[in-house]
């Protein structure tokens, strides 16, 4: 724990501004990165604005952007991180495929002002089987790479260290519908099966906390055997792995390095109290990422909700943190506005879970009230998307000046209001 004290200390300007913007004591924060159940994901290369993420704080919200192999269009992908900026992302990651992938990461880092993160192990892999196969990495390849973004300022990593040897030989038996969906996790599955060795990520994960020690990154413990449909949550080989990342997650504590836990991925709403529970307990409180969770897997176009839906409910039981989900998850490589819609769809189901916990309510009290006071001009500014409310109140068309075109001159709120003045 005499580490974590060092973490504390070095952290201590961020976590002053963190206790500023969340509204909590300072000692709260300090205690809360001491023990582990707080992260303030920070590289001093990059300097972000100081996101706090965990236990007792607001939920945070992740956007995902990047570019792939069949569309490298750069100035879109720079028009989603502003756009991510513009409606509030506490976090980006890069998950670039296509292009330039290294001057790719640095322009987002030069121009995003809230922690970035990505997966090292994309671009190392991806490298070599665009020149023959994955399974051709070498552990210096797999650790060059987290050191180069490293260098390049990244605050916090994907890294799928909870994938070992015996893990995969589970998970061959498995009656698993979609086997392994996530693309890092698919990368060391299949190498382990080739080469028959073990996780170089596990291996040598002593060697992953000096660097992050160094260079001073979260980790981001990666669910790798995450389920990929709602038929396979909570199973053996996502619970297997669980484990695993919760005594990693112990390893990270001893060494002074930051890390939060990644969580599924598909699951009936049914199960999502039961998965926040499961890793509270086995990784001792670590914050929780979840993508997600996805309650239903037949919406595809609309992903954005579904995920929101399992967002808030997450949440609400404990998650810490939500990744997006765009209305073209499973489709195809999001738009500018995807980007803008899941965004909005996460940042709804943070703040409901927010409310449902006793914080943030002095907004909705505000709009409330102009809404009461028939203040369009206040709803405006409480909106959590003022262009889209000013553009459905003005493609209406009423005789009313207060009212909208809903109800016109039987505005319920209007009609009250008037009955109360001529009776006061």
């Given at each position: 724990m005499?580490?974590m ?8 300007p961020?976590?002053k501004?963190?206790a ?8 709260f924060v ?5 023990a ?5 994901p ?9 996101c706090?993420?965990g ?11 990047g ?6 269009e750069?100035e ?7 756009i ?6 506490d976090?980006?990651?890069?998950l670039s495929?296509?292009?330039?992938i290294?001057?790719?990461r640095k ?18 892999g991806?490298r070599?089987?665009?020149?023959g196969?994955?399974?051709d990495?070498?552990?210096d390849?797999i650790?060059n790479?987290i050191?180069?973004?490293a ?7 994907t890294?799928?260290c909870g994938?070992?040897?015996e893990?995969v ?7 698993r519908?979609t086997?392994?969906?996530?693309r890092?996790g698919?990368f060391?599955?299949?190498w382990?099966?080739?080469?028959e060795m073990?996780?170089p990520?596990?291996?040598n994960f ?16 990666g669910?790798?055997?995450r389920?990929?449909?709602t038929?396979?949550?909570t ?5 297997n792995e669980?484990i695993?990342l919760?005594?990693l997650?112990?390893r990270?504590?001893?060494a002074?390095v930051q ?6 991925g ?14 509270k307990?086995i ?16 919406a ?5 909700i579904v ?13 810490d ?6 209305p073209a ?12 819609e ?5 940042k ?11 914080r943030?309510?002095d907004r ?8 009461k ?13 003022e ?9 209406g068309i ?5 009212g909208?075109?809903?109800?016109g001159?039987v ?7 008037e ?6």
């Amino acid at each position: 724990m005499g580490s974590m004290v060092g973490l504390k200390n070095r952290l201590e300007p961020e976590i002053k501004n963190v206790a500023q913007t969340e509204g909590v004591a300072e000692e709260f924060v300090a205690r809360g990165v001491e023990a582990g159940r707080i992260v303030i994901p920070r590289n001093p290369i990059h300097s972000p604005k100081a996101c706090g993420i965990g236990e007792g704080l607001s939920v945070k919200v992740n956007v995902n952007v990047g570019t792939s192999r069949d569309r490298v269009e750069v100035e879109e992908e720079m028009e989603k991180v502003q756009i991510s900026l513009k409606y509030g992302a506490d976090a980006l990651m890069d998950l670039s495929t296509g292009g330039d992938i290294d001057s790719i990461r640095k322009r987002i880092l030069s121009e995003c002002t809230i922690p970035v993160g990505t997966v090292p192990i994309y671009q190392t892999g991806i490298r070599l089987a665009r020149k023959g196969a994955v399974v051709d990495m070498t552990e210096d390849d797999i650790f060059n790479g987290i050191i180069q973004h490293a260098k390049d300022g990244v605050d916090f990593m994907t890294v799928h260290c909870g994938i070992t040897k015996e893990l995969v030989d589970r998970l061959k038996r498995s009656p698993r519908v979609t086997g392994v969906v996530s693309r890092g996790g698919s990368f060391l599955v299949a190498w382990i099966l080739h080469n028959e060795m073990e996780n170089p990520l596990y291996k040598n994960f002593d060697y992953l906390l000096e660097l992050a020690k160094e260079y001073e990154f979260t980790l981001s413990l990666g669910d790798g055997i995450r389920p990929g449909s709602t038929n396979d949550a909570t199973d053996g080989p996502q619970i297997n792995e669980l484990i695993n990342l919760g005594e990693l997650v112990h390893r990270c504590r001893d060494a002074g390095v930051q890390a939060m836990v990644e969580g599924p991925g598909h699951v009936p709403m049914n199960q999502i109290e039961a998965n926040v529970r499961l890793e509270k307990r086995i990784c001792d409180y670590a914050p929780f990422y979840v993508l997600g969770p996805l309650v239903t897997d037949i919406a595809p176009g609309y992903d954005h909700i579904v995920g929101a839906i399992g967002g808030a409910y997450a949440a609400w039981k404990g998650a810490d943190f939500l990744c997006y989900v765009t209305p073209a998850e499973h489709l195809s490589l999001p738009t500018p506005e995807d980007v803008k819609e899941g965004l909005i769809a996460s940042k709804i189901a943070a703040h409901a879970a927010d409310l449902a916990l006793g914080r943030g309510g002095d907004r909705d009290l505000r709009m409330s009230q102009a809404r009461k006071d028939l203040n369009w001009g206040a709803m405006y500014e409480e909106a959590i998307d003022e262009e889209k409310a000013r553009a459905y109140r003005s493609r209406g068309i009423t005789n009313e000046d207060e009212g909208c075109s809903m109800c016109g001159d039987v505005c319920a709120i209007k009609i009250v209001n008037e009955y109360l003045k001529n009776r006061s």
